[in-house]
């Protein structure tokens, strides 16, 4: 039996102590992303999409689009060839920088949290270090999961599109939803042992196949336990998601109310006030996100080893 409470105390000392690993969750994220796909609502007679169909979201979707062209013109009409050349590489090469850290911070916030509940000195530098030796097997790791979710998905949709050519609506749509329920369920379930495959990836030293099927047997063989674990973390951060918001409410009530009151003194400095707060509240609830996705981080690492 996994001893939960010990787990639980473990991580938040780790991250209550350390703050660098607040930082680096910051990049850690919630795992595997949600995939959302919209299927047109209305078609033509001839098959071919109506995007004007009448109801409310084709007129906002009408509306939107045609300012979008009119925008899309004067803003083409005064940036030149070279700054938009200058636009995209910098937006390129701001998603590359964002990759390069995500990836990093998973390697260095699983080593980090093993290094220091064994008591060992290992610091900001230390845990990048370890995130940089794994960085090209946890990416190509990551684009092997993302490929096999985009064949999966193109596999599914194949039988559906192919109803749909064919003007077979009420299959197409019993099918659609039934691989709509089978895709969730195959989501859910790789959310649930990927993250130790991972450990085994960064822990064990192991390819991606590999650690891919390790935490495949490690999970099928410690279900019960595992997914305890997974309703009490979610149960700590429901909470505390709850608490974020009332306290982000309040604290926004008492900043906007702060700020009107200045605002009738001086305009300029009720702006700054008010402003100054917002940023503040803004500032704290990222730096608590960061140390939420630690906290999470840090109980699966040391779950894992427990089971280990």
Not at 127 to 153: E, P, T
């Amino acid at each position: 039996m996994i001893k939960y409470f010990k787990i639980l105390k473990e991580s938040f000392n780790l991250v209550f102590k350390h703050k660098y690993l607040w930082f680096l969750g910051l990049f850690l994220g919630g795992g595997i992303g949600s995939n959302f796909f919209d299927f047109p609502s209305s078609w033509n007679s001839d098959g071919s999409e109506n995007k004007y169909s009448g109801n409310t979201a084709s007129t906002v979707y009408a509306n939107v689009k045609d300012v979008g062209q009119v925008l899309g013109e004067k803003v083409s009409a005064n940036i030149s060839n070279t700054e938009w050349l200058f636009v995209t590489t910098l937006i390129i090469l701001l998603i590359i920088a964002f990759i390069y850290v995500s990836v990093t911070a998973k390697g260095a916030t699983t080593w980090a949290v093993v290094k220091l509940q064994s008591g060992a000195k290992f610091g900001l530098k230390d845990a990048w270090d370890m995130g940089q030796k794994f960085f090209w097997r946890k990416l190509s790791y990551d684009i092997i999961i993302c490929a096999s979710i985009i064949v999966i998905v193109a596999i599914l949709a194949i039988p559906i599109i192919t109803l749909a050519i064919f003007e077979m609506v009420i299959p197409a749509i019993i099918l659609g939803i039934l691989f709509g329920l089978v895709f969730i369920a195959l989501v859910v379930y790789l959310s649930l042992f990927l993250p130790y495959s991972e450990r085994v990836l960064f822990l064990e030293n192991k390819k991606n196949f590999q650690a891919i099927f390790g935490g495949f047997k490690l999970f099928n063989k410690n279900w019960p336990n595992l997914v305890l674990m997974y309703l009490i973390l979610f149960g700590i951060n429901l909470i505390v998601a709850v608490a974020l918001v009332i306290a982000a409410l309040v604290l926004g009530l008492i900043a906007f109310g702060i700020g009107t009151g200045f605002y009738f003194i001086n305009h300029i400095v009720g702006y700054v006030i008010g402003g100054t707060i917002g940023a503040a509240i803004l500032v704290a609830l990222i730096t608590i996100g960061g140390a939420l996705n630690s906290f999470y981080w840090s109980a699966i690492t040391l779950t894992y080893k427990e089971i280990k």
